[in-house]
Nanobody, 123 residues
Framework: QVQLVESGGGLVQAGDSLRLSCASS????????IGWFRQAPGKEREFVAA????????EYANSVRGRFTISRDNAKNTVYLQCDSLKPEDTAVYYC????????????????WGQGTQVTVSS
């Protein structure tokens, strides 16, 4: 079982950028599809982006497509979420999640979760 740890969150102004990182541990961590989800106050957790084991397949939510970029460096066991042109509505706790071999944009299909990192975007 892999473990996931997010980092890189913070307080920024609208239009700024942040790069979130999801570091994984475990011998087979590069066999995991990684997804990013976020949960804003008072709202349900929602899908943001996902990346396949090799990085060749990526998927984005409509709300972030064109502004966020997901990537991974398997040599460093890390998945990144580059967040550009941030908006106040991007404010949320961002979680990365892992699913062995196969991908999904459904929260319920990811058994492994990190603790989350807070992103706050001021207007």
């Amino acid at each position: 079982q892999v473990q996931l740890v997010e980092s890189g969150g913070g307080l920024v102004q609208a239009g700024d950028s942040l790069r979130l990182s999801c570091a994984s541990s475990g011998r087979t961590s590069d066999n995991y599809y990684i997804g990013w989800f976020r949960q804003a106050p008072g709202k349900e957790r929602e899908f943001v982006a996902a990346i396949s084991r090799t990085g060749r397949i990526v998927e984005y939510a409509n709300s972030v497509r064109g502004r966020f970029t997901i990537s991974r460096d398997n040599a460093k066991n890390t998945v990144y979420l580059q967040c550009d042109s941030l908006k106040p509505e991007d404010t949320a706790v961002y979680y990365c999640a892992g699913r062995y071999l196969y991908g999904s944009n459904r929260e319920s299909e990811y058994p492994v979760w990190g603790q989350g990192t807070q992103v706050t975007v001021s207007s």
